[in-house]
């Protein structure tokens, strides 16, 4: 495996099946219908960015940025999740 197909095709595929799993883990815990929508635009983003990234790298298709573009947006919904639903638990020690 190259470096360049670990750099733009692995680590990006992995963050974004990281952060969907995060946001249906929020979703199932907050139970709110910003986080449940959240996360199926989360889901629904990262399924297809799995999808154009597997056909650049595995069918050799003419590769284009807008995955990263479409994954980086998904981590952001991920971190607003994230802020939320600390904000609105308490903090338990």
């Not at 995060?22 to 199926?40: P, Y």
């Not at 889901?43 to 990234?53: E, H, K, M, Q, V």
């Not at 284009?64 to 981590?75: A, C, D, K, T, W």
Request: net charge positive; hydrophobic share 65%.
């Amino acid at each position: 495996m190259s470096i360049e197909a670990l750099v733009w095709g692995l680590l990006p595929a992995v963050a974004a099946l990281c952060a969907a799993v995060i946001s249906v883990s929020l979703a199932f815990r907050a139970r709110g219908i910003f986080q449940c929508a959240a996360s199926v635009v989360v889901i629904s983003g990262t399924a297809w960015s799995l999808l154009i990234l597997y056909r650049i790298f595995l069918l050799n298709r003419l590769p284009i940025y807008l995955p990263h573009f479409v994954i980086g947006l998904v981590l952001v919904i991920v971190v607003v999740q994230l802020l939320l639903f600390k904000k609105k638990t308490p903090d338990t020690v």
